[in-house]
């Protein structure tokens, strides 16, 4: 089994910055890929980021291109959300992911086995 969790969420001012952070335990498979996605109230979870095991090829949604990157350090097991001058919309709970045998786009939900609980995001205007 692997756990997931993430941290870092909270309240930002809009074009501020924040960083989500998503830390992997247990038994992690080699290999996997890891996604962000989010969920605001009312709408359906879309992903936002997503990097495969080498880091190279990450995909960004439209939505946030240009204003959030990913990243994973593979040796501490984690994977990172670099939110750079969010929007009032960009609120909403951010979900980490993992899983096997995935690949770019990484955007998927059913693809993905392993989630965390989830970080609550709330950018004021």
């Known amino acids: 089994q692997v756990q997931l969790v993430e941290s870092g969420g909270g309240l930002v001012q809009a074009e501020g910055s924040l960083t989500l952070s998503c830390a992997a335990s247990g038994r992690a498979p080699s290999g996997y890929a890891m996604g962000w996605f989010r969920q605001a109230p009312g709408h359906e979870r879309e992903v936002v980021a997503g990097?495969?095991?080498?880091?190279?090829?990450?995909y960004i949604a439209d939505s946030v291109k240009g204003r959030y990157s990913i990243s994973r350090d593979n040796g501490k097991n984690t994977a990172n959300l670099k939110m750079n001058s969010p929007k009032p919309e960009d609120t909403a709970v951010y979900y980490c992911a993992a899983g096997v045998g995935i690949y770019y786009p990484f955007a998927s939900m059913e693809d993905y086995d392993y989630w965390g609980q989830g970080t609550q995001v709330t950018v004021s205007s």
């Open positions: 990097i495969g095991w080498s880091g190279g090829g990450a």
